[in-house]
Nanobody, 117 residues
Framework: QVQLVESGGDLVQPGGSLRLSCVVSGSILSIDVMAWHRQAPGKERELVASISYGGRTNYPDFVKGRFTISRDNAQKTIYLQMNNVKPEDTAVYYC???????????WGQGTQVTVSS
């Protein structure tokens, strides 16, 4: 059974930085893709960043140059470094693990990020 636990969410001022962490319990396979998503009130959940086991990353345009996803496979942890945050980055941030061989997708419980002065 795979479980994910996020941490690091906080209140941060515009222009500030924050680092989120997601620890995975259970097995991580070399084909697993991990990602960060976010959901703001009244909006759909959206992809923020993804990373393959080998480190290939993907970002939507609205976070390119500001957010960086990374992973430590030995520690079974992924990170999201958020720089130059904006009020529109306010949301609950979720990490996920997608296993292509089975189609299974696992989610954490989320961590709140609030960007406000």
């Amino acid at each position: 059974q795979v479980q994910l636990v996020e941490s690091g969410g906080d209140l941060v001022q515009p222009g500030g930085s924050l680092r989120l962490s997601c620890v995975v319990s259970g097995s991580i396979l070399s084909i697993d893709v991990m990602a960060w998503h976010r959901q703001a009130p009244g909006k759909e959940r959206e992809l923020v960043a993804s990373i393959s086991y080998g480190g290939r990353t993907n970002y939507p345009d609205f976070v390119k140059g500001r957010f960086t996803i990374s992973r430590d496979n030995a520690q079974k942890t992924i990170y999201l470094q958020m720089n130059n945050v904006k009020p529109e980055d306010t949301a609950v941030y979720y990490c996920s693990l997608f296993r292509p061989t089975t189609g299974a997708k696992y989610w954490g419980q989320g961590t709140q990020v609030t960007v406000s002065s």
